[in-house]
């Protein structure tokens, strides 16, 4: 009889051991299903990350707030900005070469071969989709950032141009980013939904930055691919043309990251940026930059700053 008791006792000790090693209550389940941690040291055992971003103020300011972020909880951070056009950045971002960089929605799903929409949260839904394995997309912003063709006042009242089919049959010539004559949502999309060739009369400039503009400026073109977000539109009084068969998609600026890089704390962390980033502060930010001339990395450290991320 004693030694059942004592059987009994210890079937009971190694029970309630077997469920104090079960319990964690530091850890949590993220959103692939990958147990992560909320804390407590999460970080510092971490991946390094590095973020990367395309070769425009758009993408490396936001980038710039992911790294600064993600440093500031802990994590080892290293960056790799203004590496390129998309086809070279996301390149590095499936070699592993970079882990997270800041994209815009519809662009990227063209790119990798899917539909985009202008609603966002279609949108998002479809380059899920299409998101190679290995790669995450967490949330979207409401800030946006999609292409839209410009001229000036004066080339707009002298054609009587107020939308991009106005284009159709004028003798113009349209400066933008080098793949232009390769982007569904530039010269390839404007021949396909508006039957309207650039091919012929296009120079390759950057991508809507200063180049561009001061061609437009100079008259060097008469239309610039440039983007929403720009404020040197309304400063220089430039008509955005109305996109009246909706060539663009919803391009909210979206983080996608590699799945060995994340955990609770950089989807939560990564997550409150984006609910914060709305589009009149994506505009004043990118006002900053271009117009002020303020240094990018510094611009997005303040407004992280104001925004409650770097107590």
Known sequence: MKTWRRLVVLLLALALVGAACGSDDGGTTTA???????????????????????????????????????????????????????DVYFKALQAGEISLVPEFVGSLTAFLKGTGDPDPATAVANLKKVLPKGLQVLDASPA??????????????????KKVSDLA?????????????QRPF?????????????????????????ITKE????????????????????????????????????????????????????????NDVSAKLDQKSYVDLLSKIYIDGDDTEAVAKTWLTDNGFLK
């Open 144 to 161: 946006q950032s999609a292409n839209t063709f410009v001229v000036t006042k004066a080339t707009a009242d002298k054609y009587g141009l």
């Open 169 to 181: 049959g004028k003798d113009l010539t349209l400066g933008g980013p080098p793949e232009c004559p």
């Open 32 to 86: 692939n299903g990958a147990s992560g941690s909320t804390g407590g040291g999460s970080a510092a055992t971490a991946p390094a990350i590095t973020v990367g971003s395309a070769n425009f103020a758009e993408s490396t300011v936001v980038a710039s707030m992911y790294a600064q972020v993600l440093e500031h909880a802990g994590y080892k951070v290293n960056t790799k900005f203004d590496i390129g056009a998309r």
């Open 215 to 270: 061609a437009l400026t100079s008259g060097a073109i008469d239309v610039a691919l440039l983007f929403t977000t720009d404020p040197g539109i309304p400063k220089n009084g430039w008509v955005a043309l109305e996109d009246d068969k909706h060539l663009q998609q919803a391009e909210n600026v979206v983080p996608v990251i590699r799945d060995q890089n994340v955990d609770a704390d950089v989807t939560r962390l990564l």
């Open 186 to 210: 530039c010269i390839i999309g404007l021949k396909d939904t508006y039957g309207i060739d650039f091919s012929n009369k296009f120079k390759p400039l950057d991508a809507g930055g200063t």
